[in-house]
């Protein structure tokens, strides 16, 4: 992807990479920082993502280093791609699966016509949606995820965002995946949640995917080991060259 040039990590580069399950977006970006800190000679390099993922989904993270932190915010903004699977017929505090089941519900009423309906009438175009308590979102400059885990009940105002395209993909009930198109912001936890509403039962989140942020897409990505075999071997620019 980036042969025959030589990397300059302190100026800035931008890298995209499959973030695997079970991984923090910061752990990604704590691997990216050590092994360049350890190839610069640098006891601290600057390495930043531009929009987090949760540890249960994977997907395109872009992770930029050195000055091109600064257009964490640009790439932020981007319309992002999601393939998410949906289980009918439970919630869960955290609507997906980082938390217990909390409550059951009848879901042998949904037809692949009835949601597909919803999806189309209810979740295309501009929306309003409330985050998730588990989010990262503040309340009084703290996250709401922080209080929510101890036990603090956690209101947060509906924000307005835009789903470009929503199709099923699959329908095999008690689960239907989804391809979403959407804006910055875009909670797929929360949608699940609102979807399962709105088909007059419950859901949660089973599976996140993101395939692709702006042009980026998940087959562009390194994996987190290939990038690291990436930056142990490449031709970089060291520190006392930019003097």
Known sequence: ????????????EVFAVDKPLGWTSFDVVKRV?????HRLGMKKIKVGHAGTLDPLATGVLVVCTGRATKRIDELQAHVKEYVATLE???TTPSFDLETEVDARYKWE??????????LRERFTGTIEQVPPSFSACKIDGHRAYKMARKGH????????????????VDFSMPKATLRIVCSKGTYIRALARDIGEAVGSGAHL???????VGDVRVEDCHTV??????????D????????
């Open 109 to 118: 009423h949904i037809t692949r016509e009835e949601l597909e309906r919803v």
């Open 153 to 168: 009940e956690v209101e947060l105002k509906p924000k307005q965002l835009v789903i470009d395209e929503i199709e099923l």
């Open 33 to 37: 920082r050590a092994k360049l800190a």
């Open 206 to 212: 089973a599976a996140l995917r993101r395939t692709r």
């Open 225 to 234: 080991d290939s990038l690291i075999g990436y930056l142990q071997d490449c």
């Open 236 to 243: 970089m620019v060291m520190p006392d060259e930019l003097q």
């Open 88 to 90: 009918f017929g439970a």
């Open 1 to 12: 992807m980036m042969a025959g040039r030589r990397l300059n990590p302190i100026e800035g």
